[in-house]
């Protein structure tokens, strides 16, 4: 079974408007960290926002902010304003537990900005 | 902002030849991690490296993969005999502590590998 999911292969999104990225999660662990990276075509990996799953309120990082839906298993990632510049991919991505050290990554959202 | 860097960006290798992939991790990090992304495709965890030991691997980590921390700052992925199915994108990645799910690993900019 996939540990994430990113059922938007491709989103485009006029600019300034606010869209959201879906990402569902799977796993039985209590304790684990939920991440969003953005990939541009240059192709880095950036991250920009972290939910742990015992925390109570949203993350927030300037224009992102991430919706934790826990009962759902759902850390839908929102972008406010966008802006061209958001035009890239993104993952949702996850690591379960104190046991385990590594990242698991969905398969990407490819979002384009229209001017 | 530290930042994690890698050399080289770009490399091009016969198949059967050896790699040699550099990171340098933020300085002050502790865990150090390989992940590599076939084009098109979802990022894969390859290795992480606490202490001067793998601390997990997965199965794309066999042995033609190896790791080291050769001095302080240094963190190199070889990868002893190139195969076409390893033309990818490697990131490294560094993280603080690995005590809990919580500490964000932040990834270098990659080195785009191509074997022919």
Known sequence: AQKI???????????????TLDCTYDT??????LFWYKQPSSGEMIFLIYQGSYDEQN???GRYSLNFQKARKSANLVISASQLGDSAMYFCAMRESYSASKIIFGSGTRLSIRP | EPEVTQTPSHQVTQM???VILRCV????????????QILGQKVE??????NNEISEKSEIFDDQFSVE??????????????KLEDSAMYFCASSGRDRGPEETQYFGPG??????
Not at chain 1, 5 to 19: D, I, R, W, Y
């Open chain 1, 5 to 19: 999911t990113q059922t938007q292969p491709g989103m485009f999104v006029q600019e300034k408007e606010a869209v």
């Open chain 1, 59 to 61: 993350a927030t990082e």
């Open chain 2, 25 to 36: 991790p933020i300085s002050n990090h502790l865990y150090f991690y390989w992940y590599r």
């Open chain 2, 45 to 50: 965890f390859l290795v992480s490296f606490y």
């Open chain 2, 16 to 18: 059967g030849q050896e």
């Open chain 1, 28 to 33: 039985s662990d209590q304790s684990y960290g």
């Open chain 2, 111 to 116: 080195t785009r590998l191509l074997v022919l």
């Open chain 2, 69 to 82: 921390r050769p001095d302080g700052s240094n963190f190199t992925l070889k990868i002893r005999s190139t």
